[in-house]
């Protein structure tokens, strides 16, 4: 990926562009050049919050771009588009665990009916994101397929990771269904338990 090429792909992908710091260029023409072949990406390069950001937006700033009906009749320019975001998509599946980003690439993998790459997601799911970030998943999608995935997944972690989001304002409703879940689909005592601690009087725990 060269920087005299990125002025040809529109203006707000290079407004974007333009404001990533170098370490996240470098970061971005590293994975471009592995053509997908490195299992990670970034491995050469420091990955932080910022850089989550930042590759986020661009890839938005891409997505737009492509359904540009200037860029749709540009089969070149719409190929390097792609190619671009798709660079984007491969660094966020790599590092992220915010769930803004996995909501971002799950609604697109969704959009293209790439249920694979779903799959994948939600592997990534269990694997890197805290129940926190999975809980804000459920809180912030709106769309019933990506809800059910991160409430799978809540299900199938620890009780004791799951606890602490009873006890947080914006996830205790999220966690008390996922330990119901765990209790009543995958027979956890230890689960019953929590809900019986949590809620003595509550439906939850009735027979």
């Known amino acids: 990926m060269v920087t005299m090429l990125i002025k040809d792909l529109g203006p707000a992908v290079v407004s974007v562009w333009d404001g990533l710091r170098p370490i996240t260029k470098k970061l971005l023409a590293g994975a471009m050049r592995s053509g997908g072949t490195s299992t990670n990406p970034t491995q050469k390069f420091s990955y932080d919050a910022h850089a989550d950001w930042e ?7 891409l997505d737009e771009q492509s359904k540009s009906a200037v860029t749709k009749t540009d089969s070149e320019k ?10 984007c998509v491969r660094v966020l599946e790599a590092q992220s665990g915010s769930a803004e980003v996995f909501i971002q690439l799950a609604e697109r993998a969704l959009k293209n009916h790439d249920y694979n790459k779903l799959d994948k997601l939600s592997d990534r799911l269990f694997e890197r994101f805290s129940a926190a970030e999975i809980a804000e998943i459920v809180r912030q999608t709106e769309m019933p397929q990506i809800r ?7 299900s199938m972690l620890p009780v004791q990771t799951l606890v602490p989001l009873l006890e947080d304002p914006l996830y205790s ?21 929590a809900l019986e601690h949590y809620f003595p009087d509550s439906d939850l725990i009735e027979e």
């Open 55 to 61: 590759v986020s937006r661009l890839l938005t700033a």
């Open 148 to 154: 059910a995935i991160a409430y799978e997944t809540l």
């Open 78 to 87: 719409l190929g390097e588009i792609k190619e671009l975001a798709e660079t």
């Open 173 to 193: 409703e999220i966690g008390a269904s996922s330990l119901e879940q765990k209790a009543y689909e995958y027979e956890s005592e230890e689960a019953r338990d």
